[in-house]
């Protein structure tokens, strides 16, 4: 039987995959609160607008404390219980840059929003999730086990993030916590787009790739927060068919 959360928070759902999920989850699960956040208020509200049921947005970066603070003391207050989690918010600000060639400031400010952000917000979900268990669901990427050519800040940050996963998985185990993976392989979106025109690969040349529809990856969302509490997804990969992914290069 599926399971029917109550409160679900997506971070990044200014766009993108998590305005995908956030209205997929709506559809699912129209009884459910979502709060949705991210940084640009207009963006969010048009998020909002799309979904079906209720919903709550909070402004916000998720690499900043006080930010985070913020949204997990209204949801705490409003609302006394977070049943799903998706670390949704990233970015890629460094991309087709040689490690050697990269504007430090800017590596750190992607490891920073990429990590630190889902560090934050797992760490206050725990604290609310501790009296009633929850499901965290973090966006990790196929680059987390497999990197494209000179995508070190975004790589390294999937790396970690695939660390954190694992970690709150164990340490989420006696609050019946579970946390999923999610490694999403070119998802039809602006940030990587491009890919359908070219990428590079690792032999240098520039190749179109396969994509999939972005609702792909929020039907596998959907899935995952309605998974009974008996249940645990550790990693799930879902990638575009045929993509140059296992034998990348």
């Known amino acids: ?19 995908a999920c956030a209205v997929a989850l709506s559809e699912a699960f129209p009884a459910c609160v979502l709060v949705l956040s991210g940084r640009r208020e207009d963006a969010l509200r048009e998020t909002a607008a799309a979904c079906s049921g209720q919903t709550e947005i909070a402004v916000g970066d998720v690499s900043n404390d006080a930010d985070v603070k913020k949204m997990f003391e209204m949801i705490t207050n409003k609302y006394g219980r977070l049943d799903v989690l998706f670390n949704n918010a990233g970015v890629d600000l460094l991309p087709n840059t040689a490690l050697e060639e990269a504007d430090m400031s800017l590596f750190r400010r992607a490891l920073d929003i990429n990590i630190m952000g889902a560090v934050l917000c ?81 032999d240098g040349t520039l ?33 575009a068919a045929g993509m140059p992914f296992v034998g990348r290069g």
């Open 207 to 239: 190749r179109p790739e396969p994509m999939m529809a972005v609702g792909r990856v929020a039907e596998t969302l959907v899935y995952l927060a309605g998974l009974g509490a008996d249940a645990d997804v550790l990693r799930l990969e879902i990638v």
């Open 1 to 19: 039987m599926r399971s029917t959360p109550q409160v679900i928070l997506i971070t990044g759902a200014s766009g993108g995959i998590g305005r």
């Open 122 to 202: 797992t760490a206050s979900a725990i604290r609310l999730m501790k009296q009633t268990g929850g499901r965290i669901i973090n966006n990790g990427s196929i680059s987390s086990t497999s990197p494209r050519p000179d995508a070190a800040a975004y790589t390294v940050a999937k790396h970690a993030i695939l660390g954190l996963s694992r970690s709150t998985s164990l340490d989420g185990r006696k609050y019946g916590i579970t946390c999923t993976q999610l490694d999403i392989g070119n998802a039809g979106t602006d940030m990587i787009s491009h890919a359908a025109k070219g990428c590079r690969q690792a």
